[in-house]
C-alpha cells in the first residue's frame, strides 16, 4: 500500500494521471492491479465491446486498469476519478459497469465453471496425489475431488425491510451475502454459486441443494458417480442430495446422543478431512487478500452484482495466480497419514481403565521450571507431531492466556503423579472452581546427554485430552500441542513472539481488569436520589 501512495506522489510531483499501465514499473503496477503488466495485456484481450443503448462501448486500457485497481485497493469511485482523470464519479461507476460486463462475457466463462475444464482434466491437473490417495478408497481409478464452502462479503444496511432481514447473520451479527466456493485439492476454483442471503433459511446444506437443482444440470453432468465431496459439518442435511446423486463425501464427524467425546476413530478421520479442507479457506482468503474490494463493505450498487464480481475475482486467481502447494503433501505421506490414523490411543485406554481423571491430585500451575526432564524438541517434530502448523500457531495464545498471565483460566500441572515420563496437566477456571479438561502426555524422559534410547526418533509416545476431539492419535488437540509447545520448545527459546498485549496498556475498560485480567475487589455504592 505504501508502494501505491508513493507512486500517486510522483504523478502529483510530474503533473502526471494515470493514463496507462506504462506510467508504472513492474512492482507499482501489482500494487495498482492483481496481475502483472504482461498478464494485462492478456487480459485486455478479453474486453469485448458492451452493448449499450444499441451502441458498443469500447473497452479503453485505462478502463481496464482502473477497475482492476477498484478491484485490488477497493478505492472509493471519487478517488479513482482523480488519479484516473475521468470527469466524475459518475462516470466512472459506468465505466467499472462495462467493464465488469464484458470481463462477464468470455473471460469468466472460459477460466471458471463446469464448461471451462473437462472432468479428465480437471483430475490430471488439479487433483493432486496426495488427495487421491488420502480420500479415494480406489486410488489406481482416480476420481474428481472438491472442497465446498461458503463465504462471506458484508454489505451496507438496505431500506428495504426485506433485504434487511434476509441478509442480516445472526452468527457474524452483520449483513452480509453468501458466495459459495466449489475448489480443487491445489486450489483451482471450479464453480462459485451465490450470493446468498443469510438469514437461518440460507445455510450451508440448502444452499448446496439449491445449487444442485439450479444450475441446469451443468454440475450434476460434470460429477460422475463415487467422485468425492469434502465439506464441513454444516452441510450435513445435504448428504442425502449427494448419496442420491452417488457422490461420496468427507465431512467431520457428529457427536452421538449423549456423548461429550469423538471416539479415537471418528477424532482421526475428522482430521484427515481437515487436513484439506483449509484448502478453500485458503482461497477464500485470498479474495480478501489479493481483491481488498471484498474485505470492504459493498455498497449495495456493488452488492446488486456481486455474483460476477466475485467470478471475475475467481477466474483472475485461476488463469494468473499459482495454484496452492501444501508443504510436504507427498503420495508417502498420505500413506503415513492413513496409517497412523489407525493407531489406537494407549493413553486414553490406561486413563480410562486406572480412573486416572478421577484421581486425587495435588494441582500447581505450571511454569517454565516444571519437567526439567521433558525433551527438547525442533518445530520440524512439532509439525509432525501435530500434522500441520494450526495447533502449533495456535499454541502461543493459549500459552499467554493460560501460563505467562494470572488469567481466569490456567493449566495446571498434577505435582500428586509421580511417575518419570507421565505428566497429567488439566485445564483449570478460577472463577468456575473447576477443571474444564485434563490433559495426559506420555514421554521418552531426558537426561544431561539427550533423550534416553536416543535411536527412537519419538520423543512423545502418547497423549489424551477429554476435550471433545482429544482422543485422537493423528494429530493433537490445541490443549496437548500447546503444552507440549512449550515444555519442549517454547521455554528453551530466547526470541519467541507471543501476541502484541500493547492494546490492553493504551485502551480502557469499563471493568477496571488489570494486565492479568482480574476484577478488583472494591464495592462501589449506588446511591438513589
Same mark, same amino acid.
Given at each position: 500500500?505504501?508502494?501505491?501512495?508513493?507512486?500517486?506522489?510522483?504523478?502529483?510531483?510530474?503533473?502526471?494521471?494515470?493514463?496507462?499501465?506504462?506510467?508504472?514499473?513492474?512492482?507499482?503496477?501489482?500494487?495498482?492491479?492483481?496481475?502483472?503488466?504482461?498478464?494485462?495485456?492478456?487480459?485486455?484481450?478479453?474486453?469485448?465491446?458492451?452493448?449499450?443503448?444499441?451502441?458498443?462501448?469500447?473497452?479503453?486500457?485505462?478502463?481496464?486498469?482502473?477497475?482492476?485497481?477498484?478491484?485490488?485497493?477497493?478505492?472509493?469511485?471519487?478517488?479513482?476519478?482523480?488519479?484516473?482523470?475521468?470527469?466524475?464519479?459518475?462516470?466512472?461507476?459506468?465505466?467499472?459497469?462495462?467493464?465488469?460486463?464484458?470481463?462477464?462475457?468470455?473471460?469468466?466463462?472460459?477460466?471458471?465453471?463446469?464448461?471451462?475444464?473437462?472432468?479428465?482434466?480437471?483430475?490430471?491437473?488439479?487433483?493432486?496425489?496426495?488427495?487421491?490417495?488420502?480420500?479415494?478408497?480406489?486410488?489406481?481409478?482416480?476420481?474428481?475431488?472438491?472442497?465446498?464452502?461458503?463465504?462471506?462479503?458484508?454489505?451496507?444496511?438496505?431500506?428495504?425491510?426485506?433485504?434487511?432481514?434476509?441478509?442480516?447473520?445472526?452468527?457474524?451479527?452483520?449483513?452480509?451475502?453468501?458466495?459459495?466456493?466449489?475448489?480443487?485439492?491445489?486450489?483451482?476454483?471450479?464453480?462459485?454459486?451465490?450470493?446468498?442471503?443469510?438469514?437461518?433459511?440460507?445455510?450451508?446444506?440448502?444452499?448446496?441443494?439449491?445449487?444442485?437443482?439450479?444450475?441446469?444440470?451443468?454440475?450434476?453432468?460434470?460429477?460422475?458417480?463415487?467422485?468425492?465431496?469434502?465439506?464441513?459439518?454444516?452441510?450435513?442435511?445435504?448428504?442425502?442430495?449427494?448419496?442420491?446423486?452417488?457422490?461420496?463425501?468427507?465431512?467431520?464427524?457428529?457427536?452421538?446422543?449423549?456423548?461429550?467425546?469423538?471416539?479415537?476413530?471418528?477424532?482421526?478421520?475428522?482430521?484427515?478431512?481437515?487436513?484439506?479442507?483449509?484448502?478453500?479457506?485458503?482461497?477464500?482468503?485470498?479474495?480478501?487478500?489479493?481483491?481488498?474490494?471484498?474485505?470492504?463493505?459493498?455498497?449495495?450498487?456493488?452488492?446488486?452484482?456481486?455474483?460476477?464480481?466475485?467470478?471475475?475475482?475467481?477466474?483472475?486467481?485461476?488463469?494468473?495466480?499459482?495454484?496452492?502447494?501444501?508443504? $510436504? @503433501?507427498? /503420495?508417502?505421506?498420505?500413506?503415513? !497419514?492413513?496409517?497412523?490414523?489407525?493407531?489406537?490411543?494407549? #493413553?486414553?485406554? &490406561?486413563?480410562?481403565?486406572?480412573?486416572?481423571?478421577?484421581?486425587?491430585?495435588?494441582?500447581?500451575?505450571?511454569?517454565?521450571?516444571?519437567?526439567?526432564?521433558?525433551?527438547?524438541?525442533?518445530?520440524?517434530?512439532?509439525?509432525?507431531?501435530?500434522?500441520?502448523?494450526?495447533?502449533?500457531?495456535?499454541?502461543?495464545?493459549?500459552?499467554?492466556?493460560?501460563?505467562?498471565?494470572?488469567?481466569?483460566?490456567?493449566?495446571?500441572?498434577?505435582?500428586?503423579?509421580?511417575?518419570?515420563?507421565?505428566?497429567?496437566?488439566?485445564?483449570?477456571?478460577?472463577?468456575?472452581?473447576?477443571?474444564?479438561?485434563?490433559?495426559?502426555?506420555?514421554?521418552?524422559?531426558?537426561?544431561?546427554?539427550?533423550?534416553?534410547?536416543?535411536?527412537?526418533?519419538?520423543?512423545?509416545?502418547?497423549?489424551?485430552?477429554?476435550?471433545?476431539?482429544?482422543?485422537?492419535?493423528? $494429530? @493433537?488437540? /490445541?490443549?496437548?500441542?500447546?503444552? !507440549?509447545?512449550?515444555?519442549?520448545?517454547?521455554?528453551?527459546? #530466547?526470541?519467541? &513472539?507471543?501476541?502484541?498485549?500493547?492494546?490492553?496498556?493504551?485502551?480502557?475498560?469499563?471493568?477496571?481488569?488489570?494486565?492479568?485480567?482480574?476484577?478488583?475487589?472494591?464495592?462501589?455504592?449506588?446511591?438513589?436520589?
Amino acid at each position: 500500500m505504501s508502494a501505491f501512495f508513493n507512486q500517486l506522489r510522483h504523478v502529483a510531483v510530474a503533473k502526471a494521471k494515470f493514463i496507462d499501465e506504462n506510467s508504472l514499473n513492474d512492482e507499482e503496477f501489482q500494487c495498482i492491479a492483481p496481475i502483472t503488466k504482461q498478464q494485462f495485456q492478456d487480459l485486455l484481450t478479453y474486453c469485448d465491446p458492451v452493448l449499450q443503448n444499441g451502441r458498443h462501448r469500447y473497452i479503453r486500457r485505462k478502463d481496464l486498469l482502473m477497475f482492476l485497481c477498484k478491484l485490488r485497493q477497493g478505492l472509493s469511485d471519487e478517488f479513482l476519478k482523480v488519479i484516473f482523470d475521468y470527469g466524475s464519479k459518475q462516470n466512472v461507476s459506468t465505466v467499472i459497469d462495462y467493464v465488469r460486463r464484458a470481463l462477464a462475457q468470455r473471460f469468466v466463462s472460459e477460466n471458471i465453471g463446469p464448461r471451462s475444464i473437462t472432468r479428465q482434466d480437471f483430475i490430471a491437473r488439479h487433483v493432486t496425489e496426495f488427495s487421491n490417495i488420502l480420500y479415494n478408497p480406489q486410488p489406481n481409478e482416480p476420481k474428481a475431488i472438491v472442497v465446498i464452502d461458503s463465504t462471506y462479503a458484508y454489505i451496507h444496511k438496505s431500506s428495504h425491510f426485506r433485504v434487511l432481514r434476509q441478509s442480516y447473520s445472526v452468527h457474524k451479527h452483520r449483513h452480509l451475502l453468501k458466495p459459495t466456493l466449489v475448489v480443487a485439492p491445489d486450489g483451482f476454483i471450479l464453480q462459485i454459486f451465490g450470493p446468498y442471503f443469510s438469514d437461518s433459511r440460507n445455510n450451508d446444506a440448502e444452499i448446496l441443494r439449491h445449487d444442485f437443482e439450479t444450475d441446469g444440470n451443468a454440475l450434476k453432468e460434470w460429477f460422475q458417480r463415487n467422485d468425492i465431496v469434502l465439506v464441513d459439518r454444516g452441510y450435513r442435511d445435504a448428504i442425502p442430495l449427494l448419496q442420491l446423486l452417488g457422490i461420496q463425501y468427507e465431512m467431520p464427524a457428529l457427536l452421538g446422543a449423549g456423548q461429550r467425546q469423538l471416539t479415537t476413530e471418528d477424532a482421526n478421520a475428522s482430521r484427515i478431512v481437515t487436513k484439506s479442507r483449509w484448502i478453500v479457506e485458503s482461497r477464500n482468503g485470498h479474495f480478501r487478500s489479493v481483491f481488498k474490494f471484498f474485505a470492504n463493505t459493498l455498497c449495495l450498487q456493488h452488492a446488486k452484482n456481486l455474483d460476477e464480481f466475485y467470478r471475475i475475482a475467481g477466474a483472475i486467481l485461476n488463469r494468473y495466480h499459482p495454484m496452492i502447494h501444501m508443504e $510436504g @503433501a507427498t /503420495a508417502q505421506a498420505a500413506q503415513e !497419514i492413513l496409517e497412523r490414523s489407525r493407531i489406537p490411543n494407549a #493413553v486414553q485406554a &490406561r486413563v480410562e481403565v486406572d480412573n486416572l481423571t478421577r484421581r486425587n491430585a495435588q494441582w500447581r500451575r505450571l511454569n517454565h521450571r516444571d519437567i526439567p526432564e521433558f525433551p527438547l524438541l525442533d518445530l520440524e517434530y512439532l509439525r509432525h507431531l501435530t500434522l500441520g502448523v494450526y495447533q502449533i500457531n495456535l499454541a502461543p495464545s493459549y500459552i499467554q492466556d493460560k501460563v505467562l498471565r494470572d488469567n481466569d483460566e490456567e493449566f495446571q500441572l498434577d505435582k500428586h503423579l509421580n511417575e518419570a515420563g507421565f505428566l497429567r496437566i488439566r485445564v483449570y477456571s478460577r472463577f468456575r472452581n473447576a477443571g474444564r479438561h485434563q490433559i495426559f502426555i506420555l514421554f521418552r524422559v531426558a537426561d544431561d546427554e539427550g533423550i534416553e534410547n536416543a535411536d527412537d526418533a519419538d520423543p512423545i509416545t502418547g497423549y489424551y485430552c477429554t476435550c471433545q476431539s482429544g482422543a485422537r492419535t493423528l $494429530g @493433537a488437540c /490445541a490443549h496437548v500441542t500447546s503444552v !507440549i509447545w512449550f515444555l519442549g520448545y517454547a521455554r528453551h527459546q #530466547v526470541d519467541v &513472539r507471543y501476541p502484541d498485549p500493547s492494546l490492553l496498556n493504551t485502551t480502557l475498560d469499563a471493568a477496571n481488569r488489570d494486565a492479568e485480567g482480574h476484577v478488583p475487589n472494591a464495592e462501589i455504592e449506588i446511591i438513589n436520589d
